[in-house]
């Protein structure tokens, strides 16, 4: 799709923003108070380099979306990883290439910055994002486990 951009997200695209990170929340049935979207977006475009990058997908106009990523320390390499933490694609535009120029576009954005790899996490039952996960990146071993 020729007019189809992928870039930093900006302060005037709070509104978008919030559509888009919404949909990403009921996507997972969940909630999160407005306060965590305030700071959130807040930390999406500070200046901290340790703090969330975020990139949002515009085609025709309409925003179809986005991703938030972060580079950290990695015990195992002297360069930092890459975490890419969300990644959401409006239901109409899924299967047009837009998940895969925003993880493009955070695969560039890892090279720029030296970092060693580029990982993410997603529910196993998944299996529309994870075909197109599947052609771009590589299942692991690992099982994630949490706090009780």
Known sequence: MADRIIRPLEAGDRPA????WTA????????????????YF????????????????????RPQGL????????????????YLQDLYVTPEARGTGVGYALIDA????????????????TQEGNTTARQLYD????????????RV
């Open 106 to 121: 955070v695969y560039a954005a890892a090279d720029a910055q030296g970092a060693a790899s580029v990982y993410w996490l």
């Open 135 to 146: 052609r771009v990146g590589r299942n692991t071993s690992f099982i994630k486990y949490s």
């Open 67 to 82: 991703t938030h990523f972060l580079f950290h320390r990695h015990g195992w390499s002297i360069a930092n990883t890459c």
């Open 42 to 61: 807040d930390r999406l475009l500070g200046d901290d380099p340790q703090d969330y990058n975020a990139l949002i997908a515009i085609a025709n106009g």
């Open 24 to 39: 990403y929340l009921a996507f997972y049935e969940t909630t999160l108070p407005e306060a965590v979207h305030d700071i």
């Open 17 to 20: 923003w919030t559509a888009l």
